[in-house]
């Protein structure tokens, strides 16, 4: 008999008569079946003796069995015990939020409202027997049961130990000796399923603890893998992932039967640049989220990174002049399961000699800005410029760019926090030293009226890996309501270029581009506007910066006038989530 054994909490429940509901209430999940005809037999089974049977449809190819609703969790698990201590339902039962069950095949043709409806069964008044009455003792005596724990061999003894530690009760050593830890978690085990906690399991018992680990080993289908192309060896869970393609430096297997597991073998020629430039890459991507832990030495990473949706896991190391290592995706809220499936592609991983994934193997990933090897690349959630105003790296953005962002970028690389913030301004410091090329200049001579000016700024929010310089003229000293902070330019720009330098022809910094305006009056697309340098340079003295005056009288050819633009702007980057 198959079982799953978790529940991803998704939302609540959607509308009755949709033929993939969500049920949002409490339920006991006692047993799941991997096809309509066997898991049809067991709700029938069921039905037999206990009320309140309903079953449902899986992702996948997959049907639950499951008894409810129930009106919270703890009325759940008091008609949970109740029932396993009379050993009406399987040891391995547990609760449900009910998120992944869909349709309802079971009771055949029943009302879908009548099953949301339905009262949920009690502890006194539904269960089959008496609950009041004692647990129901052991089939053997303590003495008989470590008789019988006496026969087992070390391998046995540490497959118990690792059963238990899948149920949850045990977290220490693997080591085959039934010490203190794994009596108190042998007597966990029995308190969980209604048994009398004498800390020694008998030999049922014990069928019961690996029969339940070997039915998620069974679902999970872990195998060894040997990739001859990809110079790899390794256990992976073909149960729930299957063989995709090449997409160099990945061997991809994707999700088998709905079950949103994914897993990447890595392969490459490379050193210790390339170990660290993967490094860097594998963080910009989807799939590895940019909360957890992360771990970089000379010759390995690790990455970690969840979010609400998945978990992912990458490991990869240097051997005889390649990269190799694996990453593994899994859904949130499947622990036990993940960590079943990443020790096995841990323990197992073996590099082999003189073999490494080509990187003109096959027709390659998908060809895309937004995508390396066929995966999707992570993008900020908006894009800006700033410009250095400090000799420490301190920069100047707008407020509108960053005043949302739970992590903000310099450079795609370098982590920057706001330290302060005022009047549409915004000065960001960065987290690790950082030494500018260039420092801004401001000129404090009001710049005539039609005179050329400039900005520099990431017109196409970094694609092109560089700022670009827009050019335009000073049309007003003012704003169109008369606002004495502002400067109208005659120029077209582009949401990326707000926070950049605006430039006179001495390459002396006069304004900063302000963001497109919010208002319902369309304005022709040449009009811009931009905050004045006596505006900035108040709002850099109130923080503590001291400015550097421009003594350039001189106009800049337009190529000096670019590389100042290039040294002295930085992409910032701002990540919501």
């Not at 539904?126 to 089939?139: G, H, S, T």
């Amino acid at each position: 008999m198959k079982r799953l054994f978790a529940a991803l909490p998704i939302g609540v429940a959607a509308m009755l008569a949709s033929s993939t509901a969500v049920w949002s209430e409490t339920w006991i999940q006692i047993e799941a079946q991997p096809s309509l005809t066997q898991a049809t037999e067991a709700a029938q089974r069921y039905s037999a003796s206990l009320p309140n049977v309903v079953g449902f449809d899986l992702p996948g190819r997959w049907h639950a069995i499951a008894i409810g609703p129930f009106a919270d969790d703890d009325e759940a698990d008091a008609y949970r015990r109740s029932l396993l201590a009379v050993r009406q339902i399987p040891s391995d039962s547990y609760l449900s939020d009910g998120s992944r069950f869909g349709a309802p095949f079971w009771p055949v043709g029943a009302s879908l409202a009548a099953i949301a409806g339905a009262p949920a069964p009690t502890a006194t008044t539904d269960a089959p027997v008496e609950v009041a009455q004692p647990i129901a003792p052991a089939e053997e005596t303590p003495a008989q049961a470590r008789a019988s724990e006496r026969e087992l061999d070390r391998d046995a003894r540490e497959a118990l130990q690792v059963a238990l530690k899948f149920a949850g009760h045990y977290s220490a050593a693997i080591d085959g000796s039934f010490g203190p830890g794994t009596r108190n978690a042998m007597a966990a085990w029995q308190i969980a399923n209604a048994f009398e906690p004498t800390g020694v399991l008998s030999t049922k018992q014990r069928d019961m603890v690996l029969s339940s680990y070997r039915n998620v080993l069974d679902g999970l289908g872990i195998a060894r893998v040997s990739d001859d192309v990809a110079g790899i060896e390794i256990d992976l869970p073909l149960g729930v992932v299957t063989f995709d393609a090449y997409t160099p430096p990945f061997a991809k297997f994707s999700a088998k039967d709905g079950s949103g597991v994914q897993v990447l073998l890595i392969s490459q020629t490379g050193d210790r640049d390339t170990l660290g430039g993967l490094y860097e890459i594998m963080q910009t991507l989807e799939i590895v989220p940019v909360e957890g832990p992360r771990e970089r030495g000379e010759r390995a990473f690790t990455l970690v990174g969840a979010n609400d949706q998945i978990v992912s896991h990458t490991e990869a190391r240097l051997f005889d002049g390649t990269v190799k290592g694996w990453t593994l995706i899994w859904p949130a809220g499947d622990e036990s399961r993940r960590q079943l499936a990443l020790a096995a592609m841990r323990e197992s991983f073996t590099p082999l000699r003189d073999a490494v994934l080509p990187d003109s193997y096959g027709a390659g990933g998908e060809q895309d800005i937004d995508l390396l090897a066929g995966l999707e690349i992570r993008r900020a959630d908006a894009v800006g410029t700033g410009f250095f105003v400090s000799d420490a790296g301190a920069v100047l953005t707008t407020s509108t760019l960053v005043e949302n962002c739970r992590q903000i970028t310099l450079d795609e690389n370098t982590e920057a926090t706001v330290t302060s913030m005022s009047d549409g301004l915004a000065l960001l410091t960065p987290t690790t030293p950082v030494a500018p090329l260039a420092v801004a200049r401001f000129d404090a001579h009001l710049p005539r009226l039609q005179s050329d000016v400039a900005v520099s700024g990431f017109a196409y929010e970094g694609r092109l890996g560089a700022p670009t310089l827009n050019y335009g003229i000073l049309a007003e000293h003012r704003g169109l309501a008369g606002e004495t902070d502002l400067l109208r330019l005659d120029m077209t720009t582009l949401p990326g270029e707000a926070g950049g330098p605006l430039f006179n022809s001495a390459g002396g910094v006069i304004g900063i581009l302000a963001p497109h305006s919010a208002s319902s009056r369309a304005l022709p697309e040449n009009v811009s506007f931009a905050y004045d340098m006596e505006k900035l340079v108040s709002f850099l003295s109130e923080a503590g910066v001291t400015v550097a005056a421009s003594e350039a009288t001189e106009a800049l050819s337009d190529p000096d006038l670019v590389e100042l633009g290039r040294n002295l702007s930085t992409l910032v980057s701002c990540w919501t989530d």
